[in-house]
């Protein structure tokens, strides 16, 4: 079993809509990452978070540590959102992630 | 600054060949990764270093040597290819240990092995 898990799988949202990602890990960890995969391939950091919630611009992420669950959300979603979003946990125990399967979104216009 | 590089983008081995993925950065970043990812399966830790002269073993590191002689490169070598190591490869730097730093991402090295 993944120590990781994400859902959906897959999201296809219309321009303009609020976009909830989930993440849930089963070990502790010491953070927790949020990365965007263009369709072209490359990663990009987007947050990192320990505690509570962060906001960059249309994106915010919260975490919940008792619960083992963070969201990553969009706020009126463009079709340049259109990636995919992977969450990665870092254990308290070392210094490697462990990344779940990822969220493929797609906005239309 | 060019960030986290890797080259070669494709390369298509035949089966039992050696190569080496190179990746560089000019951050001065002491952490460096190189990562895995297959469909179906998340991103996955091959081997990493801290530091110079300083590696250690990921997730999967069966099929694979590294080696960080100085800080900014830290290749990656396959010394007799399987068709099982036909994946996407990512190296990544941050200045911090994971846990306390953003990750860099190179643009990736598309790897086939016939």
């Known amino acids: 079993k993944n120590e990781v898990e994400q859902s959906p799988q897959n999201l296809t949202a219309q321009e303009g809509e609020f976009i909830t990602i989930n993440c849930s890990y089963s070990v502790g960890i010491s953070a927790l990452h949020w990365l965007q995969q263009h369709p072209g391939g490359g990663i990009v950091s987007l947050f990192m978070?320990?505690?509570g919630k962060k906001k960059h611009g249309r994106l915010i992420a919260t975490i919940n540590i008792q619960e083992k669950h963070s969201s990553l959300h969009i706020t009126a979603s463009h079709p340049r959102d259109s990636a995919v979003y992977i969450c990665?946990?870092?254990?308290?125990?070392?210094?490697?992630?462990?990344f779940g399967t990822g969220t493929s979104l797609t906005v239309i216009p | 600054n060019a960030g986290v590089t890797q080259t070669p983008k494709f390369q298509v081995l035949k089966t039992g060949q050696s190569m080496t993925l190179q990746c560089a950065q000019d951050m001065n970043h002491e952490y460096m990764s190189w990562y895995r990812q297959d469909p179906g399966m998340g991103l996955r830790l091959i081997h990493y270093?801290?530091?110079?002269?300083?590696?250690d073993q990921g997730e999967v590191p069966n099929g694979y040597n590294v080696s960080r002689s100085t800080t900014e490169d830290f290749p990656l070598r396959l010394l007799s290819a399987a068709p099982s190591q036909t994946s996407v490869y990512f190296c990544?730097?941050?200045?911090?240990?994971?846990?306390?730093?953003?990750?860099?991402f190179g643009p990736g090295t598309r790897l086939l092995v016939l």
């Open positions: 990544a730097s941050s200045r911090d240990i994971p846990g306390f730093g953003t990750q860099y």
């Open positions: 270093s801290v530091g110079a002269g300083i590696t």
């Open positions: 990665a946990v870092v254990r308290n125990t070392g210094n490697q992630f462990y």
């Open positions: 978070l320990s505690s």
